[in-house]
């Protein structure tokens, strides 16, 4: 009888052993992905510095008005803003500026041309509404471009930690209870 009860109990502790490594093993794997994929996009966007925007012009480009030039299939916002005392090209995100540099707004769904400019026009009616709003400036000087939203800043990336870290933690917490339960049941096997 006694022996069946501590093979329970190995068999138990086997299980909730190799439950904490798994999860210990997930999230390095997980940290190796988020260094490999998110952390350069972070150190990459230089727009850190929140500033007050005040619009200039908002216009929207068509494939009529770019001719002679690389010419998007969609209608897209192009914004001129004033940032910390300069001139500068409104983008709504990082991926905005990388995607088409000759537009601010890239609409969502650019399968529907007439779907696309109604989007084009009620972010353009937002902006003309309201004139002043917060955007992301580069600290450096010579940067002309500012951004409406930054996708990869310190809070993303603290979001993306946080998964990883908890099941880290959590794997370290079941090893570590795990191991002071055979301890514990050797010193009192051994009384």
């Not at 696309?116 to 709003?133: C, H, I, L, S």
């Not at 370290?172 to 191991?179: E, H, W």
Request: hydrophobic share 40%; charged share 20%; glycine share 4%.
């Amino acid at each position: 009888m006694v022996k069946k009860l501590v093979m329970a109990q190995k068999r138990g502790e086997t299980r909730a052993l190799c439950l904490g490594v798994t999860m210990v093993v997930c999230a390095v794997i997980t940290y190796y992905i988020l260094v490999t994929t998110v952390l350069p996009l972070y150190q990459k966007s230089v727009w850190t510095q929140e500033s007050k925007c005040h619009l200039i012009e908002t216009n929207i480009r068509d494939q009529e008005e770019l001719k002679g030039k690389k010419v998007p299939q969609y209608p897209c916002l192009w914004v001129n803003v004033s940032a910390a005392g300069r001139w500068a090209v409104l983008y709504h995100t990082e991926d905005t500026r990388d995607q088409n540099q000759q537009c601010s707004y890239i609409p969502g769904s650019v399968d529907n041309y007439q779907t696309a400019r109604a989007d084009v026009e009620k972010v353009r009616a937002k902006f003309q509404e309201q004139q002043v709003f917060y955007c992301f400036s580069a600290p450096r000087g010579n940067e002309t471009s500012v951004l409406f939203q930054r996708l990869y800043g310190p809070q993303a990336l603290l979001f993306s930690l946080f998964w990883p870290t908890f099941l880290l933690t959590g794997g370290l917490l079941i090893i570590a209870m795990v191991k002071s339960n055979q301890y514990l049941s050797i010193l009192a096997a051994q009384k």
